[in-house]
């Protein structure tokens, strides 16, 4: 066929690189650049990979060529190697293993000369903070290169920061007091961790913080702490009481009109009242430990920001509930281990547009008509004898518990082929404790998207719609697994292996499927790389 004349085929290398640049998996990078002849012809003139999903793993060198030993497609070699010369954002680690996922590597900082200018991130291990000489040293490197903006691993102060870190994680060995001047004002994310036991006096954070994440903080957040920037707001693993001062009351603001009662907060309404003043936080990250025993306590959502986004609150306790009203600001909820009920957080009078809802319970909610989620994902056990589908929900995850297929029936569809009035688009199964017998679990035509979860896929496979077009599997080890002729609709597989490695497969068309694996956050050791074969059997 002449394509010639097509409008699309001819666009321009520009257009063709901006349009890559939105993909985020190179699988799919790759599939763009067989879309026609001159595409892939004329693929050097635009294709560069996603460099984001690539790690160098240079181990004690800078040379990055001995990646190329990896990559396993001839033909796209150059692409590859223009793409890992281009990345600019590398990570250093420096001392024994220290990271999942780095793309240079040495054993000792006094064996560089300087830092090359693509690293932006310097890991450190906490064995070699403990070699205080080479620390200094190290910290001369740093403060001499300016590409360096993320320093990971950072056990002191005393010989000072560049004025272009962005972002700082402490050691947990770190345990310096802080005085005003002692961060550097570029300063946008801090992390402590967990051992650090000192209290910041207000005025010491730079003004300029946008992320901060406490760990196991034990003091009183006074007016002043917290800079007014922030955006993103971490705070992990306290404990209560701290002073009894702190442990205060507040009162139940009930929207069914019902007397007002005063309930023990789980968090100090003095950090609550600091968290509600900060009007430019998006983000609040909120986790208490499990504790036997206890009072009652609650959540009061009266104190959070008004332009509040994200909110992800996991409550480890005997008993904890969530009283008031969520804002309608909220774009993102994740919800875990506490109690509450929808029309009291959600109140009719309000309307809510959620990008996510996550929480646990035993039974799936109804969605009130006032509330529209787009994916939903489900914690718990559930113990319902028929679990149905939440109206409007574009995707849902089930994250529970074995489920019982013979016991329970899971009715999430039409039995027509052809219906496509539901709104689920994208599912996750749960796992099933036996194969599901005919007709108990019931999945709507309209799905486009299906993860089999820890199901056994040859288990499953009767369920799939004809109509599937992604299927994702993450049970595959030592599985021979056979698609049935009747699904003829799929054009991608995902395989997931443990946590860092997937292997995509697309359908080119009838007779040619491409292969793509990626293996991510493993250092560069080919122990932590899975070694199990999969065979995967597609009957025309």
């Given at each position: 066929m002449n394509n010639q004349p097509n409008i699309i085929v001819n666009l321009s290398h520009l257009i063709l690189n901006k349009i890559i640049s939105h993909l985020d998996d190179n699988v799919d990078i790759i599939c763009f650049s067989l879309v026609c002849k001159r595409w892939y012809d004329e693929r050097d003139k635009y294709l560069i990979f996603n460099i984001?999903?690539?790690?160098?793993?240079?181990?004690?060198?800078?040379?990055?060529?001995?990646?190329n030993e990896h990559f396993k497609l001839p033909s796209y070699h150059n692409n590859f190697l223009k793409s890992i010369q281009s990345k600019t954002n590398c990570k250093l680690a420096i001392g024994d293993f220290v990271s999942d996922s780095y793309d240079y590597h040495c054993d000792d900082a006094t064996s560089l000369n300087s830092i090359p200018s693509n690293v932006s991130t310097i890991y450190i291990s906490s064995r070699y903070s403990y070699h205080h000489d080479n620390l200094e040293y190290l910290h001369k490197l740093i403060s001499e290169s300016h590409s360096v903006t993320t320093f990971d691993g950072c056990s002191t102060l005393k010989y000072g920061l560049s004025n272009s870190m962005k972002t700082l994680r402490f050691d947990h060995t770190f345990d310096e007091p802080l005085v005003k001047g002692s961060l550097p004002a570029s300063l946008e994310e801090l992390d402590f961790e967990e051992d650090f036991n000192l209290e910041i006096p207000p005025g010491v954070l730079p003004d300029g913080l946008r992320k901060l994440t406490l760990n196991n903080y034990q003091f009183e957040l006074q007016p002043g702490v917290l800079p007014s920037s922030l955006t993103y707001l971490n705070l992990t693993s306290f404990n209560d009481p701290f002073n009894e001062d702190l442990q205060s009351y507040c009162s139940n603001e009930s929207t069914t009109g019902e007397n007002s009662l005063l309930e023990k907060s789980c968090v100090p309404i003095s950090w609550l009242q600091e968290i509600q003043s900060l009007r430019n936080l998006k983000t609040l990250y909120i986790y208490l430990p499990h504790r036997v025993g206890g009072e009652v306590t609650i959540f009061n959502l009266k104190y959070l920001p008004p332009n509040l986004e994200t909110?992800?609150?996991?409550?480890?306790?005997?008993?904890?509930?969530?009283?008031?009203?969520?804002?309608?600001?909220?774009?993102?909820?994740?919800?875990?281990?506490?109690?509450?009920?929808?029309?009291?957080?959600?109140?009719?009078?309000?309307?809510?547009?959620?990008?996510?809802?996550?929480?646990?319970?035993?039974?799936?909610?109804?969605?009130?008509?006032?509330?529209?989620?787009?994916?939903?994902?489900?914690?718990?056990?559930?113990?319902?004898?028929?679990?149905?589908?939440?109206?409007?929900?574009?995707?849902?995850?089930?994250?529970?518990?074995?489920?019982?297929?013979?016991?329970?029936?899971?009715?999430?569809?039409?039995?027509?082929?052809?219906?496509?009035?539901?709104?689920?688009?994208?599912?996750?199964?749960?796992?099933?404790?036996?194969?599901?017998?005919?007709n108990t679990v019931i999945l709507p035509s309209s799905i486009e998207s299906l993860d089999l979860g820890w199901n056994n896929p040859n288990e499953t496979f009767h369920l799939i719609p004809p109509t599937l077009k992604t299927l994702v599997l993450e049970k595959t080890s030592k599985i021979n697994i056979t698609i049935p002729d009747t699904i003829k609709s799929i054009t991608n597989i995902t395989l997931k292996f443990e946590l860092f490695y997937t292997q995509s497969i697309r359908k080119l068309d009838e007779n040619y499927y491409l292969i793509f694996g990626e293996c991510s956050g493993v250092s560069g050791r080919e122990d932590r790389c899975p070694k199990e074969t999969v065979n995967i059997y597609l009957i025309n």
């Open positions: 984001d999903r690539i790690d160098l793993f240079a181990l004690n060198t800078f040379d990055i060529k001995q990646n909110l992800d609150i996991t409550l480890l306790r005997q008993e904890c509930f969530l009283r008031g009203t969520m804002p309608t600001s909220l774009k993102r909820i994740y919800i875990q281990d506490c109690h509450f009920k929808f029309n009291e957080i959600f109140p009719e009078t309000l309307k809510y547009h959620l990008d996510v809802l996550e929480y646990e319970n035993n039974i799936t909610l109804p969605i009130p008509s006032n509330i529209k989620i787009d994916t939903l994902a489900i914690r718990g056990t559930l113990k319902e004898s028929t679990i149905s589908l939440p109206s409007g929900v574009r995707s849902i995850s089930f994250l529970t518990a074995p489920f019982d297929p013979i016991t329970n029936l899971f009715d999430f569809g039409e039995k027509s082929a052809t219906d496509q009035s539901c709104s689920l688009r994208d599912l996750r199964l749960p796992t099933f404790r036996t194969k599901p017998p005919p």
